[in-house]
Each structure stands twice: as C-alpha cells, then as structure tokens.
C-alpha cells in the first residue's frame, strides 16, 4: 500500500459488489400447487441468505460478505409483501397472502447488503445496496363448494 496504490475506497468496493453473482432466491409457497381461496398461501425462501467472495480489487485480496437485508415477495396479484426476514414455512409461517380464484405467478426481489474487509483489515459497511429477482412460481387458487349429498344413497 502506497500513496501511488491506496487500497480500494468504498464505493470502488460498492461498484464491484455490485456485480457479483449473488444468489436468486426461491419462492417457496404452501400449500404446493394449488391453493384453496379463503385458505392464506404461505411464502418463504430457504434459500441461502448469506454469501462470502474474495476478490481482487488492484492487486488487494477484498472478502465481501453480502446478506439479505429485505425480501419483497410480489404476490402475482398486485400486492407486493415486503419483509426483513425469509419466513418459514408451516406451523411457523409468518408471510402469508389470501387471493381470489384464478392463476397466479409470484416471485421474490432480494435486497443484499454487506460488509467488507481489505487484506484482512478491519471489516466495514458496504455503502448501497443491489437487488436480485428470484424465479417466478406459478400456482391457481380454486374456490371450493360444498356440496350436498345423501347420506342414505
């Protein structure tokens, strides 16, 4: 390190965090396939949520760890249900959506933040953020009806 080389600033490391090839976390919904209106959907990734690169910024070894700091779960009918946490799935759901009859495709944008550290130097805030959209996953909700039967029959 020399005034001719000073080590990577931050946001030179917010530029390459930035391109990193963080995950696309995955939509996860109970129950699986169809759902039932008047019955929540549950939403959740398990996902990994926590990602360690090094890389070489101007010949210094820079180790980033990124984590997911936001989930905004767009649920295919408008709503978009914003989060600091993956949910989970049954008994312990904490994200959760009611529709309407019909087809939807939900998905899952990724807010990552991080932290960073240069040549095994003290660890510092990455200043921004990047977000990563995860793969859709469609699903139909059908309205079920009761229906009378004899019970003599």
């Known amino acids: 390190m020399t005034d001719l080389n000073p080590p990577p600033s931050p946001d ?3 530029r390459y965090f930035q391109t990193l090839p963080l995950p696309h976390l995955e939509t996860r919904q109970q129950p699986p396939g169809n759902a039932l209106t008047g019955l929540p959907v549950i939403f959740y990734t398990d996902s990994p ?3 360690t690169f090094t890389v070489d910024i101007r010949g210094f070894e820079v180790v980033i760890v990124a984590t997911a700091t ?12 914003t989060t600091d946490h993956p949910g989970a799935p049954y008994p ?3 994200i959760t959506h009611e529709y309407g009859s019909g087809d939807y495709t939900a998905s899952l944008t990724t807010t990552w933040g991080g932290t960073f550290s240069v040549d095994g130097g003290v660890q510092a805030d990455i ?3 990047t977000t990563t959209e995860g793969p859709p996953v469609s699903f139909t909700v059908l309205q079920a009806r009761p229906v009378l ?5």
Not at 74 to 80: A, L
Not at 149 to 153: A, I, R, S, V
């Open 12 to 14: 030179e490391v917010f």
């Open 149 to 153: 039967t004899n019970p003599y029959d």
């Open 70 to 81: 936001g989930y905004s779960w767009h649920t295919g009918d408008g709503t978009t249900l």
């Open 49 to 51: 949520s926590t990602q």
């Open 127 to 129: 200043p921004g953020t």
């Open 92 to 94: 312990d759901q904490s």
